[in-house]
């Protein structure tokens, strides 16, 4: 039995989060607030999404909390959300599928059109911020202390320093205590406020008020870093143009883009970038993909062609239908799946957080030890362990720990998104960095997926006939063969037959009553086992296979009508994203539904092993097996990929590819190249190495300076430089791959 809970999912755009403990202070505060569920927050979109039931906690109590923590927070989107639930079962995820995913809508009905919130000026200078003035307070205070200890007797000097020292802390402190009211009491403004506190009571007044500043300067540091790595993001974002020419009735008119309806038409001047997605209905022009898919060289795209909103008419005048809505384009489609996959961590970051739940407590109480048990056990100065036990307070803060991962995934998903490669998460990153083995689909994956009637073997009816027929049986699939066949019959004039109840036979063919009689075009394996295949049939079957072409058999009331052959061109790139492949150490391997001998002759011509005459379950298996070898990543495009997509290790979905695979798949190559198969991999395993350095900088750092401060070598001020030291290194290490270039060899 289930119980059914009602309630909205609201969204809020929360600013001043700098690392991933900021996230988390945000998410314990709401999470204990009653009626809230599934609460998350991601750190570089800087969104707080979460379940709220009705009749329990108001909106602006749950920004009440956020602000109360000193956080920003916007206006609250909310829709209406209903969750099936199992009794003593965990709520299931609120979101689809991010490429599939509709906007959220907001709380008027609207929607928000690109599925991340542009702000409509830039964000404040830091010197302009609130930490930002507060660093810049502070350090005037400092320095008017150092000249009061000039000028003046040490006393009066003590108490400048003091009133910087608490200046500079009483934000902290307001802070930490809202913290711990909301249930986070081991933060790093809490063992601020400990350490200032502490080294104000020891008259160590100079260093605190130093340390104080220091931590505000670092705290600066931060928010810029990661507004730095926000960018990225923000850029996907304003690719689409704010208003669309609309053509109706003959007249065009200035338009709001996010308004554009599915069906309407647009038109796209030489130069205009395309405000949404759609098909060409006149005109051709070269389309500049590049911001989008990350392609450097424009297409020449005609009447009947697929553009993308974002991209750029660089030609001549495009009428084109919209296909898509706003909230639904390819670049509000991109920017959901990088805000998704932010909120899918990855393996190891979810270890560090369990981590420093006990990581942070311990150090509070190893940093109590410090200052008892010398003093009370061997007779030690009570205030020299005091001043090391706030030193070890200091370092011990995990900031650059807990942020060392989310950092670097954040920075890749956005390096991804930029050159076409898009990932759901960290979980899917580690997977990646560690496959060593490839399976493809054939057909529109190492193919183009626009294969051409090549021959034409009329058995029992005329070429016409068998055109004809075929025609009917296929018309209104999306297959690549059938849409091959139906151009053909379009291009000799052959009619199709009338036909009732058309369906597809998965990993068969197609089935229809053409004037009241079964007919279907299927493999010749299926056409075997219904018996319908003589000598004769079979022999032209298998000289065609031998030459690397694909055969579909024509019957109608049991009776072979002909054959029809096709042959699909290799992408341009196959070969060399084979070779990439293995530059990596790398097996490649085709899985494809195709009969042995097509596969034999393409394999062999692309060096690689392949499986053939597969059905949907039968590439399961293969990945299945291939999985007892090693992890395996299974790149398809199609319906029957679906499976094995989501069997193997990493599923990647062509970014032409049925919207089955992309919501099977962990991953999409919007720019359909095999070679970035290979790119992806480069990414990931260029993104788990920057990870192991981030944990190097954070742990090695800290483990130095604990060191130290026991022995009395170091002091509050380096603690400081060590905490956020490590925090800003480790930010602007994962920054790096934001200008990692995925496509180059290494």
């Given at each position: 039995m289930t119980a059914e809970v009602v309630g909205e999912t609201c969204e809020w755009t929360v600013s001043g989060?700098?690392?991933?403990?900021?996230?988390?202070?945000?998410?314990?505060?709401?999470?204990?607030?009653?009626?809230?569920?599934?609460?998350?927050?991601?750190?570089?979109?800087?969104?707080?999404?979460?379940?709220?039931?009705?009749?329990?906690?108001?909106?602006?109590?749950?920004?009440?909390?956020?602000?109360?923590?000193?956080?920003?927070?916007?206006?609250?989107?909310?829709?209406?959300?209903?969750?099936?639930?199992?009794?003593?079962?965990?709520?299931?995820?609120?979101?689809?599928?991010?490429?599939?995913?509709?906007?959220?809508?907001?709380?008027?009905?609207n929607s928000a059109p690109w599925g991340l919130d542009v702000p409509a000026e830039p964000h404040a200078s830091w010197h302009r911020s609130r930490k930002g003035r507060l660093a810049i307070g502070t350090?005037?205070?400092?320095?008017?202390?150092?000249?009061?200890?000039?000028?003046?007797?040490?006393?009066?000097?003590?108490?400048?320093?003091?009133?910087?020292?608490?200046?500079?802390?009483?934000?902290?402190?307001?802070?930490?205590?809202?913290?711990?009211?909301?249930?986070?009491?081991?933060?790093?403004e809490m063992l601020m406020t400990i350490a200032a506190s502490g080294a104000l009571f020891i008259d160590a007044a100079e260093e605190a008020a130093l340390v104080v500043w220091l931590f505000a300067v670092g705290e600066v540091l931060e928010g810029v870093a990661a507004g730095r790595a926000r960018d990225g993001i923000r850029a996907l974002a304003r690719l689409v143009p704010k208003t669309a020419l609309l053509e109706e009735g003959g007249v065009v008119r200035?338009?709001?883009?996010?308004?554009?309806?599915?069906?309407?038409?647009?038109?796209?001047?030489?130069g205009d970038r395309i405000a949404a997605d759609g098909k060409i209905i006149e005109g051709r022009s070269g389309i500049d993909e590049s911001p989008v898919t990350g392609e450097s060289l424009p297409k020449t795209r005609g009447p009947g062609e697929r553009v993308f909103a974002g991209s750029i008419n660089a030609e001549a005048v495009l009428r084109v239908r919209v296909m898509r809505?706003?909230?639904?384009?390819?670049?509000?489609?991109?920017?959901?799946?990088?805000?998704?996959?932010?909120?899918?961590?990855?393996?190891?970051?979810?270890?560090?957080?369990?981590?420093?739940?006990?990581?942070?407590?311990?150090?509070?109480?190893?940093?109590?030890?410090?200052?008892?048990?010398?003093?009370?056990?061997?007779?030690?100065?009570?205030?020299?362990?005091?001043?090391?036990?706030?030193?070890?307070?200091?370092?011990?803060?995990?900031?650059?720990?807990?942020?060392?991962?989310?950092?670097?995934?954040?920075?890749?998903?956005?390096?991804?998104?930029?050159?076409?490669?898009?990932?759901?998460?960290?979980?899917?990153?580690?997977?990646?960095?560690?496959?060593?083995?490839?399976?493809?689909?054939?057909?529109?994956?190492?193919?183009?997926?626009?294969?051409?009637?090549t021959d034409l073997v009329p058995l029992g009816a005329d070429g016409t006939e068998l055109l004809a027929l075929a025609a009917a049986v296929e018309a209104g699939s999306s297959h690549p063969f059938a849409e091959a066949i139906l151009r053909r019959a379009a291009a000799s004039g052959a009619a199709a037959l009338p036909a009732v109840g058309a369906r597809a036979v998965v990993g068969n063919g197609a089935c229809a009553s053409v004037n009241g009689a079964p007919a279907w075009v299927a493999s010749p394996a299926h056409a075997a086992r219904e018996g319908v295949l003589g000598t004769e049939s079979t022999r032209r079957i298998a000289a065609l296979e031998a030459e690397g072409k694909s055969v579909v058999v024509v019957a109608r009331a049991g009776q072979c009508l002909g054959l029809i052959a096709l042959r699909d061109e290799l992408r341009a790139d196959a070969a060399e994203g084979l070779?990439?492949?293995?530059?990596?150490?790398?097996?490649?391997?085709?899985?494809?539904?195709?009969?042995?001998?097509?596969?034999?002759?393409?394999?062999?011509?692309?060096?690689?092993?392949?499986?053939?005459?597969?059905?949907?379950e039968g590439k399961v298996a293969a990945v299945r097996a291939l999985a007892a070898k090693?992890?395996?990543?299974?790149?398809?495009?199609?319906?029957?990929?679906?499976?094995?997509?989501?069997?193997?290790?990493?599923?990647?979905?062509?970014?032409?590819?049925?919207?089955?695979?992309?919501?099977?798949?962990?991953?999409?190559?919007?720019r359909n190249r095999v070679a970035d198969v290979a790119a992806m991999i480069r990414l990931a395993r260029a993104t788990m190495?920057?990870?192991?350095?981030?944990?190097?900088?954070?742990?090695?750092?800290?483990?130095?300076?604990?060191?130290?401060?026991?022995?009395?070598?170091?002091?509050?001020?380096?603690?400081?430089?060590?905490?956020?030291?490590?925090t800003v290194l480790v930010t602007l290490n994962a920054m790096r791959l934001l200008g990692f270039r995925p496509e180059r060899l290494r």
């Open positions: 989060m700098d690392c991933a403990s900021c996230a988390a202070k945000i998410r314990v505060a709401v999470e204990r607030l009653p009626g809230v569920s599934n609460a998350s927050i991601a750190l570089m979109s800087e969104k707080l999404t979460l379940v709220l039931a009705p009749g329990t906690t108001p909106r602006a109590s749950i920004e009440a909390a956020v602000t109360g923590l000193g956080y920003g927070i916007g206006a609250a989107r909310a829709s209406k959300a209903k969750t099936l639930v199992l009794p003593g079962a965990a709520a299931p995820d609120a979101g689809d599928h991010p490429l599939n995913a509709p906007a959220q809508a907001t709380a008027n009905g350090g005037l205070l400092l320095a008017g202390a150092w000249l009061v200890k000039l000028a003046a007797n040490d006393q009066a000097a003590g108490l400048a320093f003091a009133f910087a020292c608490l200046v500079g802390v009483a934000p902290l402190a307001w802070r930490a205590l809202a913290a711990l009211r909301a249930g986070s009491p081991f933060t790093i200035q338009v709001a883009a996010a308004g554009l309806r599915i069906g309407q038409t647009v038109i796209i001047r030489p809505a706003a909230e639904d384009n390819t670049i509000a489609r991109i920017i959901r799946l990088v805000e998704e996959a932010e909120a899918a961590r990855a393996p190891t970051a979810r270890f560090i957080d369990r981590f420093s739940r006990w990581y942070m407590p311990a150090i509070v109480g190893v940093a109590l030890l410090a200052a008892l048990v010398p003093t009370f056990a061997f007779g030690q100065p009570g205030e020299v362990w005091t001043y090391r036990a706030l030193a070890l307070l200091l370092i011990g803060c995990p900031c650059a720990l807990v942020i060392s991962v989310p950092a670097a995934i954040a920075s890749a998903l956005s390096t991804g998104a930029r050159h076409g490669l898009l990932m759901k998460g960290g979980a899917v990153i580690e997977a990646a960095a560690r496959t060593t083995q490839v399976a493809f689909d054939k057909t529109g994956t190492l193919t183009l997926g626009r294969p051409v009637v070779r990439q492949l293995a530059a990596l150490r790398i097996t490649p391997v085709m899985l494809t539904g195709d009969n042995a001998r097509t596969a034999r002759a393409l394999a062999a011509g692309l060096g690689l092993d392949y499986q053939a005459a597969l059905m949907p090693g992890r395996v990543m299974m790149v398809g495009d199609g319906i029957n990929d679906a499976p094995a997509l989501a069997q193997a290790s990493v599923g990647v979905a062509m970014g032409a590819g049925t919207d089955v695979a992309l919501e099977a798949a962990d991953a999409a190559l919007m190495a920057n990870i192991r350095q981030n944990l190097a900088i954070a742990l090695g750092l800290k483990a130095v300076f604990l060191v130290t401060t026991i022995l009395g070598v170091t002091g509050l001020w380096i603690a400081v430089l060590a905490d956020t030291g490590a």
